[in-house]
């Protein structure tokens, strides 16, 4: 099919609304940042021969920290193509498009949550991770007095604590999202921010070290639940006095929804083997420069080390060629070479070690990566935490 890909005009954000509306049966009535331009979002349309959309995909433009570095991402949403276009190459080049963008705007790396993960990877993506969320019992949760922490209940003036606090856990890991520009940055009518009904702030010494805020939800019987949005900690001690104020619910709100966290104190606090309604939402990852990719974050420090391999990568043709890889001292470098490498490794392959989540020798055996050196040399790309996301988008 020939199609026209293009930004949509802000006329025609609405009908691209609607096609993702079809897609995933989303409210008839919109939220308003769905329907408006949102500075740092690109909204991109396939439009056939006659001038129908047929396709949309979101660049939503957040930014993710690697190795305590911020690195510019095209994260993607709302990848929707009419029924009756489906399986005739639009997603692929609506998302060849979209690449193509990213990287003249300087992204190096992508993110997105598949409804299904055949079509990404078919298109360079890989499955990196599992955001993982479900109920906690409030009376399971550790309640005991924290000394050296004071508790506040917080008010508007606070809300941008929400981000900070998070910001402060979150820069130390690979993958998470910023929080900052793109839909992050709509402002919410609501006093305390979109479904916050409460925010209690943890202070050492007058400084916040910690913020939760959640939803209330209705009722106080069996079924009453609170929803936890925000709940970030830079202490273990910050950690337990609010998960200390969640146990005190426990008459009123028998249960706490909440996301899994990822490697920082919250998560060494929870009982989470008591968690129950578990969910969870796979991510896929990919670069969209390689040179970028390996250029932009902070690598471990202790790690050094060289390889050489030949990247294939179908829908961003900048990647393809052959690499030497070099580390050391935190930083990364990725530069082109002549002669051909022995490894080989598939885009995929790239982005599932670049996530901490694969070795050399998995990858061969995944049919990602193969060549007649030894693939553990390829470990290198793969050093460094795993990768988590706690953001859907
Ligand atoms: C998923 C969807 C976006 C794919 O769009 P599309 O235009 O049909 O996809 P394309 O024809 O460009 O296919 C791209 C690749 O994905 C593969 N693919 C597409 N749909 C697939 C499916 N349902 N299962 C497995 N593979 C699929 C194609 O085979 C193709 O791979 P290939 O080039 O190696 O053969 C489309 O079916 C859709 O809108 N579905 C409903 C909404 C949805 O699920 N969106 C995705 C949100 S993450």
Redesign the pocket.
Known sequence: MSLTIRPLTDDEIPTGYQLGRL??GGPPEPPAQFVQPVPGVTRLGAFDTRGRLV?KATDVGHEQWWGGRRVVAADVA?????PE??????????LARLLADARDRAAAVSA?????S???R??GWEVAGVMLAGSLDSASLPSAPVPGIALRPGGPDDVPLLTDLYEQVARGTNGLVTRRGGMFDVPSDAPLGEDIDSITVAESDGIPVGVLGFGRGRGYGPEAKLEVHHLHATTVEAARALVGVLAGWRTVTRSVQLSFPVAHAVAAVLPLERATDVTSQPWMHRPVDVVRAVADRGWPSYVSGRVRFHLVDDLAPWNAADWDLSIADGRGELTRVAAAAELWLSVRGFAALYCGVATGAGLVQAGLAGGSDDPAALDLLGCGPAAALLDYF
């Open positions: 897609a995933f396709g709302g990848v929707a193509v009419a276009a489906r399986g005739g190459g639009t997603a692929r080049a609506l997105l949550h598949p409804t299904v055949a079509a990404y078919s298109l």
